[in-house]
């Protein structure tokens, strides 16, 4: 099994940054991919950033030129710099990671529990 906890969230003016981070643990091959989403009141969850094993990126337009996801695979860490906060951001941020398993075939998802977002006019 594996374990994802995210942390970093709070609250914000506009115009600030946050950097949220997120460690996948447990019985790890290896990681696919990992990614953040977002979910606010009433709206679909949604893709904010994915980066996968071979370092590729993809962002939501919401957020691109202003989000950042980066990877640190040894420590099966990822983070998310988030710059010029706009109060359309505030949501619960999510941690999404694709692995492998050390003790069983396959792929699978799992996620975090989420940690909110707060960016204030």
């Known amino acids: 099994q594996v374990q994802v906890v995210e942390s970093g969230g709070g609250l914000v003016q506009a115009g600030g940054s946050l950097r949220l981070s997120c460690e996948a643990s447990?019985?790890?091959?290896?990681?696919?991919?990992m990614g953040w989403y977002r979910q606010a009141p009433g709206i679909q969850r949604e893709l904010v950033a994915v980066?996968?094993?071979?370092?590729?990126?993809n962002y939501a337009d919401s957020v691109k030129g202003r989000f950042t996801i980066s990877r640190d695979n040894a420590k099966n860490l990822v983070y998310l710099q988030m710059n010029s906060l706009k109060p359309e951001d505030t949501a619960v941020y999510y941690c999404?990671?694709?692995?492998?398993?050390?003790?069983?075939?396959?792929?699978?998802?799992?996620w975090g529990q989420g940690t909110q977002v707060t960016v204030s006019s």
């Open positions: 447990g019985s790890i091959l290896s990681i696919n991919a």
């Open positions: 980066t996968t094993s071979g370092g590729s990126t």
């Open positions: 999404n990671a694709d692995v492998s398993e050390r003790y069983r075939t396959g792929r699978y998802r799992y």
